[in-house]
């Protein structure tokens, strides 16, 4: 019986230690940044089950000069590897970690600032994160920071010796043929290029058209203020002041910068009683910026590259120049927004400062409103899908 313990106890370890050697070697969330085979381990399609830990990670392997965070529109929409970056900010690393709140992207890049040298940071911002509830704000208090929980046993064993890991692994082997692979690069960059089979399959419309039922559906029932009277405070607000200060304190550069939303969102927001708070948010960035001494890139305007056009349904052909879908632009739009930062002008893009908030929100009423008009079918369905879902929900105050 001993022995046929051992026996059985040795193979295990054995099985073990080849599944472990297996998923590291193929690496398919990109996780160890280990050897690159072309045509086995290149494409990394499983990023998205551990990204924060693979961003971080990656992160304190390249050593960035650069780090470029936010949501997903960063993760998908700001190529680190763009040649619009210039020289002396690289190697640049893209930060943007979906499905977080700011305060989350704040802890993920004060974590990076202390793995690495970085020594300039672009923070992307986002009105949706800002949005508070009058009783959350009232009963807010500040919290300390969240200690990153990256390489802990469990997260190792998951990556490397689990069940999914070596399911992920083995599933990993064909998408290294695919022509449009889901992967994230060494430099945290997800092209997002497996959007162009469903553009092929499905059209623009179809994906313009479930990110407007998603979002209307979503924002229908969430705050529509990004700040109220009297004390109180909020995440957002705080990790604003907090990573500024960390920043000043280490001699790191901030930039700020908002997103290039498309019209039909920006008319989204409108149809929903948002604009009062998006012009609010915008008011109150451009005065803790100010206060903080950062500068913030204003890229919400409605423009001829923010409106434009929408395949019609049915056309799988036409593959649009600037945006996915109405909630994530781009590479190409997003390296006229490097271009910017870097100090290429550009009509698109506008400083944002207290000085200029007011005459941003009168041009923006003025764009709103000419877009609306001249795109009465967009309009007539931005309005039908926020009457459907208002008819579902109570919106919160």
């Given at each position: 019986m001993t ?7 040795l193979?295990?370890v054995?099985?073990?230690l080849?599944?472990?050697?297996f ?5 398919p969330?990109?996780?160890w940044?280990?050897?690159i085979v072309?045509?086995l381990?290149?494409?990394k399609?499983?990023?998205a ?8 990670r990656?992160?304190?392997r390249?050593q960035p000069?650069?780090i470029?965070a936010g949501?997903s529109?960063v993760d998908?929409?700001?190529d ?7 020289r002396d900010w690289?190697p640049?690393?893209?930060l ?15 974590h990076?600032?202390?793995t690495?040298?970085?020594?300039r ?5 986002d009105v949706?994160?800002?949005r ?8 807010w208090?500040?919290s300390?920071?969240r ?12 990556l490397?010796?689990?069940?999914d890991a070596?399911?992920r692994?083995l ?18 960059f997800?092209?997002?290029?497996e959007y162009?089979?469903?553009?092929a399959?499905?059209?623009h419309?179809?994906l ?5 039922r998603?979002n209307?559906a979503?924002?229908a029932?969430?705050?529509k203020?990004v700040?109220w009277?009297g004390?109180?405070g ?14 000043r304190r280490?001699g790191?550069?901030l930039?700020l ?5 498309h019209?039909e ?5 409108d149809e929903?009683?948002m604009?009062p708070a998006f ?8 005065t803790?910026?100010a206060r903080?001494g950062?500068?913030v890139w204003?890229f919400?305007a409605?423009t001829?590259?923010?409106s ?10 036409t ?5 996915w879908?109405g909630?994530h632009f781009k590479?190409?739009?997003g390296d006229?927004?490097i271009a910017?930062?870097?100090g290429?002008?550009d009509?698109q893009?506008?400083?944002l400062t207290?000085a ?5 929100d009168?041009a ?6 000419a877009y ?16 459907a879902?208002l ?7």
């Amino acid at each position: 019986m001993t022995r046929y313990l051992t026996t059985f106890a040795l193979a295990f370890v054995a099985l073990l230690l080849a599944v472990a050697g297996f998923t590291r070697l193929m690496d398919p969330a990109g996780y160890w940044g280990g050897p690159i085979v072309p045509g086995l381990n290149a494409v990394k399609p499983a990023s998205a089950e551990h990204l924060r830990s693979v961003k971080l990670r990656q992160a304190e392997r390249l050593q960035p000069l650069t780090i470029v965070a936010g949501n997903s529109r960063v993760d998908v929409g700001i190529d680190p590897g763009s040649r619009a970056w210039p020289r002396d900010w690289r190697p640049v690393y893209n930060l943007g970690l979906p499905g977080a709140y700011q305060h989350q992207t704040v802890d993920a890049v004060l974590h990076a600032l202390d793995t690495t040298g970085a020594k300039r940071v672009v923070l992307g911002v986002d009105v949706i994160d800002y949005r508070v509830s009058e009783e959350a704000w009232a009963r807010w208090r500040p919290s300390p920071r969240r200690p990153e929980t990256i390489g802990n046993p469990r997260e190792l064993a998951e990556l490397l010796i689990s069940l999914d890991a070596l399911g992920r692994s083995l599933a990993a082997i064909p998408e290294q043929h695919s022509r449009n692979p889901q992967n994230i690069t060494r430099q945290g960059f997800n092209s997002l290029a497996e959007y162009n089979d469903i553009v092929a399959a499905e059209g623009h419309a179809a994906l313009f058209g479930q990110r407007l039922r998603e979002n209307a559906a979503r924002w229908a029932t969430w705050p529509k203020a990004v700040a109220w009277p009297g004390p109180g405070g909020s995440d957002a607000w705080a990790s604003l002041d907090r990573l500024a200060a960390e920043c000043r304190r280490r001699g790191v550069e901030l930039i700020l910068v908002t997103y290039p939303y498309h019209a039909e969102v920006r008319l989204l927001f409108d149809e929903l009683g948002m604009t009062p708070a998006f012009e609010d948010w915008r008011a109150r960035l451009a005065t803790a910026a100010a206060r903080a001494g950062v500068p913030v890139w204003d890229f919400t305007a409605i423009t001829p590259l923010t409106s434009e056009a929408v395949p019609p349904p049915g056309d799988t052909a036409t593959h649009m120049r600037w945006y996915w879908e109405g909630g994530h632009f781009k590479a190409s739009l997003g390296d006229r927004m490097i271009a910017t930062i870097a100090g290429a002008p550009d009509a698109q893009a506008r400083r944002l400062t207290p000085a200029t908030a007011a005459a941003m929100d009168e041009a923006d009423r003025d764009a709103l409103d000419a877009y609306r008009a001249t795109n009465p079918a967009v309009a007539a369905e931005v309005a039908r899908m926020v009457a459907a879902s208002l008819d579902k929900s109570a919106p919160v105050r």
